[in-house]
């Protein structure tokens, strides 16, 4: 199964590669639909802990994972997967833009 991939180095005070592809929408679900990933690699210098909690209920976390894949099988999950990611980018936007201007007033 191919899947379209993109890959970037992001750099700052640390460095963090993302992979990302898919080769959806497939039209089916796990079993006959598209598949979607991302990984994203602490290259140098990224403060990141990972948590997981598995069918169970138990909860694994990992400091400073080398680290962290997602991959998604079918069409509704490249979706659901789309709207959160969308969701957490304009969230942290407009929260870290809410602290940028409460820093300025504060000061």
């Given at each position: ?22 080769n ?23 403060a ?60």
């Amino acid at each position: 199964m191919q899947i379209l991939m993109r890959r970037k180095e992001i750099e700052s005070a640390n460095i963090l590669h993302v992979e990302v592809g898919t080769n959806g929408p497939q039209g089916g679900d796990a079993g006959h639909g598209s598949r979607s990933y991302l990984k994203l690699t602490d290259k140098g210098g990224t403060a990141w802990k990972i948590s997981i909690r598995d069918e169970q209920g138990e909860r694994r976390t990992y400091d400073q994972p080398l680290e962290v894949e997602i991959i998604l099988g079918g069409d509704a999950e490249l979706d659901t997967f789309l709207q959160a990611l969308k969701f957490a980018v304009e969230t942290l936007e407009q929260l870290g833009s809410a602290a940028i201007s409460l820093k300025e007033v504060d000061l």
